[in-house]
Nanobody, 115 residues
Framework: EVQLVESGGGSVQPGGSLALSCAAS????????MYWVRQAPGKGLEWVSR????????TYADSVKGRFTTSRDNAKRTVYLQMNSLKSEDTALYYC????????RGQGTQVTVSE
């Protein structure tokens, strides 16, 4: 059974940073690109980033490019999202997933950016 468990969310002021983690189990982690998606209050899922199975290729949504960095440690079966220069519009529930549509996403971790 695929299981993804996100952690690391919290509340920060604009301009602050947070580091999210996602622990994976139940599937061949090294075979999969991994995705971060988010859902802001009252809105649909938004794709944030993706990373190739090897970790060599990353892609970001324009809204986070230059501020967020995704990485992975295949030995630890973990994917990360470093978020810098956070803005109020980054407030959302963040999920890791096995597709840009949020397939197999976990319970999510809340990120709140406010004064």
């Amino acid at each position: 059974e695929v299981q993804l468990v996100e952690s690391g969310g919290g509340s920060v002021q604009p301009g602050g940073s947070l580091a999210l983690s996602c622990a994976a189990s139940g599937f061949e982690f090294t075979d999969y690109w991994m995705y971060w998606v988010r859902q802001a209050p009252g809105k649909g899922l938004e794709w944030v980033s993706r990373i190739s199975s090897s970790g060599r290729t990353t892609t970001y949504a324009d809204s986070v490019k230059g501020r967020f960095t995704t990485s992975r440690d295949n030995a630890k079966r973990t994917v990360y999202l470093q978020m810098n220069s956070l803005k109020s519009e980054d407030t959302a529930l963040y999920y890791c997933a096995t597709s840009s549509e949020g397939q197999n996403r976990g319970q999510g971790t809340q990120v709140t950016v406010s004064e």
